[in-house]
C-alpha cells in the first residue's frame, strides 16, 4: 500500500508543480517517446535477465505489494515452534516426524496458514527438523548449515532487485537515446515554422524527463523496496534458525523461542508477557 501512496505522491507533486510553473500537461503526453524507452529497457532486461529471475520479479513484486511481516507474524511462528517443541518433549523426536514429512497435513501447522504459504520458510524448517530428528549433527555443525541455507536462499532471492537496480541505472540513457532521435527528427523539419520545430524539440526533452523520474521515482525506489522485503525474509529465517538451534541443544522450548524473540526487530517483537500468554493459551488448545 505504502508503494501506491509513494508513487501517488511522485506523480501528483511533480504534475502539481509542473501545472503551477504555467505548464501544458498535454506537452507531457508523449507515448511514442514512453514506447522507445520503456520497450528498450524492457529489451534490454530480458537480454540481461535469465527466466526464473525474470519470474521472480513478477512474483516479489506482487509480494512487496502486499507489504512485510508484522508483530503478528512473528507472534505466530513463535508459538508454532513453541508446540513442535512441546511435541518433541512430551513424545520425542520420533513424534515429530509426522509434521515434518508431511507439513501441509500437520494438525498443529495447519493452524497457521501464512507460514504453510511461505515455501522457503517451511521447506528450511522441515528440511532443519529432518536434520535434527536424525541426532547426527552437532549444534555447531547445525548453525553453519542454516546459515549456509539462508545465505544461499538470500543471494538467490537478490538476483530481482539487482535486475530492476540495473533497469534503474538504464533509464536515464535510455531517456537521452530517445532525445537524440527527437532531435534527429527535429533536424528534418528544420525548415518548418517555429511551433513546428518548438513541438518536437519538447517532445525529445520529455522523453529525457521520462527516463531519468522512471529511474529516480519509480524503478530505483522499486528496487530499494525488494530489497527491504528480502531482509524482512532473512529475519524471519534467522528468527526460525535461533529457536531451532537452541531446540537441538536442549534448551526448554519457551525458552527456545524466546532466543528467537530477542533477535527481532523492536517495530516487530512481540513482547515477553505477549509471547508467554500466547504459548500457554496454545498448551490449551
Known amino acids: ?42 529489451g534490454a532486461l530480458i537480454i540481461s535477465t535469465p527466466l526464473p529471475v525474470l519470474k521472480g520479479i513478477f512474483s516479489q513484486l506482487i509480494a512487496v505489494l502486499g507489504g512485510g511481516y508484522t508483530k503478528k507474524d512473528y507472534l505466530e511462528i513463535l508459538v508454532m515452534m513453541f508446540e513442535i517443541f512441546n511435541v518433541a518433549r512430551k513424545d520425542g523426536l520420533i513424534g515429530l516426524e509426522s509434521h515434518v514429512e508431511q507439513p501441509h497435513d500437520s494438525e498443529i501447522l495447519k493452524k497457521y496458514p501464512k507460514f504453510l504459504k511461505n515455501h522457503h520458510a517451511v521447506s528450511f524448517f522441515a528440511d532443519t527438523m529432518r536434520v535434527i530428528i536424525s541426532g547426527a549433527i552437532q549444534p555447531h555443525d547445525l548453525e553453519d548449515l542454516m546459515d549456509n541455507d539462508i545465505e544461499v536462499l538470500h543471494e538467490e532471492e537478490e538476483k530481482p532487485s539487482d535486475a530492476l537496480n540495473s533497469v534503474a541505472d538504464s533509464l536515464p540513457g535510455l531517456g537521452i537515446v530517445a532525445a537524440v532521435l527527437g532531435i534527429v527528427i527535429t533536424m528534418g523539419a528544420i525548415d518548418g515554422p517555429p511551433e513546428v520545430i518548438g513541438h518536437k524539440v519538447g517532445a525529445a526533452l520529455v522523453g529525457t524527463f521520462l527516463g531519468i523520474l522512471g529511474s529516480y521515482g519509480f524503478i530505483g525506489p522499486l528496487a530499494a523496496s525488494l530489497k527491504h522485503r528480502l531482509n524482512d525474509g532473512r529475519q524471519y529465517l534467522t528468527c526460525m534458525k535461533l529457536a531451532l538451534l537452541a531446540f537441538h541443544k536442549g534448551v526448554a522450548g519457551v525458552i527456545a523461542v524466546e532466543f528467537a524473540r530477542r533477535s527481532l526487530y523492536a517495530d516487530v517483537r512481540p513482547g515477553f508477557t505477549e509471547l508467554e500468554d500466547a504459548c500457554n493459551e496454545a498448551k490449551k488448545r
Not at 511522485?10 to 500537461?25: C, F, K, N, Q, R
Open 1 to 42: 500500500m505504502l508503494i501506491i501512496v509513494g508513487a501517488i505522491v511522485v506523480v501528483g507533486s511533480i504534475i502539481t508543480g509542473y501545472t503551477l510553473e504555467g505548464g501544458h500537461l498535454l506537452a507531457l503526453n508523449q507515448p511514442l517517446e514512453v514506447l522507445i524507452i520503456g520497450g528498450a529497457a524492457v
